[in-house]
């Protein structure tokens, strides 16, 4: 099976959990977000412990599991600790105040940037040329996703979404982000 394929099919599952929470389709829809990223994690679990051919392999870096494990534990954070899990991800068309607090004061996406080092740095952990390729795309899918949100359903979905947008960079935080994520360190909204 083309594991890289069924990651980029998760982007497509994750973006109909966004078109959901605009317009509801039908409650079986709220189980969008748990699939596509189920599906994410067996595509990266797959190509991290199956072989797969006709990619190159380069020396692996054992110590780079450290940075990968940080970047999975950031974007994890990110995406389950940092945001009101329930009304976020299982109820999923209630609407839900703008988070700005935290990793949220940072960017409005902070999970890409883990996202990414995860990525990038289990390819050069396993030395394995297909995780570099899938890490590539998926960020890139990811970036994609998060510009929809961000453009589209967020704005309709978050109340104050458009002022937060006006203070908190999109993907790469800046001085001033940086200042207000460590005066909101600790902080609950």
């Not at 679990?45 to 072989?51: A, C, E, H, R, S």
Request: include cysteine; hydrophobic fraction near 50%; charged fraction near 15%.
């Amino acid at each position: 099976m083309n594991w890289v394929a069924v990651g980029c099919i998760a982007f497509v599952i994750l973006t109909l959990f966004d078109l959901h929470k605009i317009k509801p389709i039908h409650p079986v829809f709220n189980l969008s977000f748990a699939l596509g990223c189920g599906l994410l994690g067996l595509s990266t679990v797959m190509l991290i412990f199956t072989n797969q051919s006709g990619f190159f392999v380069f020396s692996g870096f054992t110590p780079a599991w450290i940075i990968a494990g940080l970047g999975c534990f950031e974007m994890f954070y990110a995406l389950f600790f940092a945001l009101p899990f329930d009304v976020t991800y299982v109820e999923g068309v209630s609407p839900i105040k703008v988070v700005d607090t935290g990793l949220y004061a940072l960017c409005r996406h902070p999970g890409v940037i883990g996202f990414f080092i995860f990525y990038m740095f289990t390819a050069l952990a396993t030395g394995r040329g297909i995780i570099l390729v899938a890490g590539i795309l998926w960020t890139l899918l990811d970036v994609a996703h998060v510009f929809m949100q961000d453009r589209w359903f967020f704005p309709k979905t978050l109340p104050g979404y458009d002022e937060y947008k006006k203070t908190t960079p999109f993907l790469i935080f800046n001085a001033k982000s940086v200042k207000r994520f460590m005066n909101t360190l600790g902080k609950k909204d």
